[in-house]
Every structure is written in structure tokens, then in C-alpha cells.
């Protein structure tokens, strides 16, 4: 058996409704991680083939309203050759940051077509890997899952470029600080933990944790910047 993406929507802040399957049901591959354009009109993510452990690839699937359903899946061509592990995408409107080998790149573009992709300069560690980026709306912060230097696991860093400043290009990388979350744990813990999105207003930031044992999405809120 496969794994699924699954949406589910809410009219206001509360409960969200029943999910319902976004990609996969009809095959036997993984998807996962998925990242939806700002129009709603395409998402990424990564396809693992059936019957090819440890193969993954970033594919995407497309769409011409969002009334539709999204079409089958076609990979992304994101410049690394077949044997080079890209997963993890995350898309703006500059383009997609993604995982190759063990860093984070970034390819320039949108829908089918990007440019070969770049390390990010700034960020990246003497050793470990980097993991599951994802960027505010403005995309002046980077956030990513590191599995090493924080509180242990693997744990959300982050950084940020200046405004308006080559997005490529992000400097003095640090575990996102918090409050406690429980009197055992701040948003990072001695668990897992990895980035999924980040709310317009900067204010929410949603993430995967296995802390409780299960892995859960959770969400760490904080008032607004001044």
C-alpha cells in the first residue's frame, strides 16, 4: 500500500472538515510532502515509486481551475542526474527550494519549467544533512529540518536574507527559538521535528513531530512582529 495526500478545508479558524484524497488512491506509489502554488493551480511533491525502495523524485500535477481535480503526476526536471536523491519541494513565486543529496537548493521558475537548481549559500552545515524547506510568504525567512546542533533528533532551523536580497543567499542559520510549548518541550524537542508551512501573517507556524510517538502536525503561534 501507498501513501496518500489528503486535503481537508475550513470556512474560519476552528475544526477543518473531513479529508479527502488530493493525490494517489488510484496507484500503489508514496506521495508525500506536498506544496501547493499560491493560485491553487499546481502542487508538488515526492514520488517514490512502487517497488523502488528509496527511490524519490519531485513530481508535480496541474490543473486549469481549482473546481478540477488535479491531474496525473509528471516529475519535475530540477537539473540533478537520475541517481541524485530531490525531494522536499516547496514552492513560491520566485520559484521551488527543495533537498538534493543533503543540502537545500533552490530552482528559479514555476509550473513545469525551472532552471537547474543552486545550493543556497548560507546555510549550510560541516556535516549532517538538511531537510524539508519551506519559506514565509515574503521569502525573506527560511525554514528547513536539520538533524543536528539542536535539542537532539532532528529539529526546524531557520534563517533570513535581506529584504529584497537574492534568494539564494541566507545568512547565520539558528534553531527557531520558542517559548515551552509543555514544560518538557519548546517548538523543538529531543523528537522529530520538521517544517510545513508558515501563515501569511508569519504568526503560525505548522509542523510534523513524533514527540507523543506518532507522527502529529502540530502549530506554534506568536504574536505579531512589531
Known sequence: EGADIYRASRSQAGAFDEPTIA??????????????????????????????????????????????????????????????????????????????????????????????????????????????PIASADRETLYWARDEGGQGGRDIWMAERDPLGAVGQYRSPEPVPSLPISEADGLNSTAFEAPSWESADQCSLYFTTNRRGPVEIWVARRKPRP
Open 23 to 132: 493525490i494517489g488512491a488510484t496507484t500503489a506509489n508514496s506521495y508525500w510532502v506536498p506544496s501547493v502554488s499560491r493560485d491553487g493551480l499546481a502542487i508538488y511533491y515526492n514520488r517514490a515509486a512502487a517497488g523502488a525502495p528509496g527511490a524519490i523524485d519531485v513530481y508535480g500535477s496541474f490543473r486549469s481551475t481549482t473546481a478540477e481535480a488535479f491531474g496525473d503526476g509528471k516529475p519535475i526536471d530540477l537539473g540533478a542526474t537520475s541517481d541524485v536523491l530531490e525531494a522536499d519541494p516547496f514552492i513560491t513565486d520566485e520559484g521551488m527550494f527543495f533537498q538534493r543529496g543533503s543540502r537545500i537548493y533552490f530552482a528559479a521558475g514555476d509550473g513545469e519549467l525551472f532552471s537547474a537548481g543552486e545550493l543556497v549559500a548560507g546555510i549550510a552545515p560541516d556535516t549532517g544533512f538538511d531537510l524539508q
